[in-house]
């Protein structure tokens, strides 16, 4: 069976930055489990950031831009969190190599995970197109990736092609 990433705070796992978790659709589960292996991948926590820890935001563009070294990622006490998130991007993309990886489904919004939606760097609340940085880094490399809300991409393999 196939391997897949899934965002680990999408499985329940309490590894958000308040402490709690996510969750996937008892549908999207059960379709998932038929036909995928799920591991599951926390890039913040693989970086080495303790849960609970402050939130975080892009800050000048997203998580493409953060690759480039022309955005950063920043927390709400304005610490400069730009090394630790592409560590963990980093991470996740060696993790997927090591377990042949072409899909992963990542938690929208956050500036790890998201797909498509991140927030807009203000702290304000305010969502603005943009991906994460580990969804930016897989993507580079040719990894299929959606969210929790665009599962679809998925099941419409090998279509796929983001
Ligand atoms: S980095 Fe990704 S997997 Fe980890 S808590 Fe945030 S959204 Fe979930």
Redesign the pocket.
Known sequence: MENILV????MG?P???NGKS?GLQPDDLVWLKQRFNLM??????SAGLP?PRAPAEIKGGEGADVLLGAARVQDNTGVDQTAAFVR?AEQALAFCRAHNIRYAI??EA?????SSTIYNGRFSGEKIPGQ?V?AALLRRHGICVASQHTISVIKAQPGCTE
């Open positions: 965002s680990a705070c999408l796992v590894v958000r930055y996510l599951t991948f926390c890039p913040e926590v849960t963990g990542l938690a956050s500036p790890s995970c998201a994460g580990t």
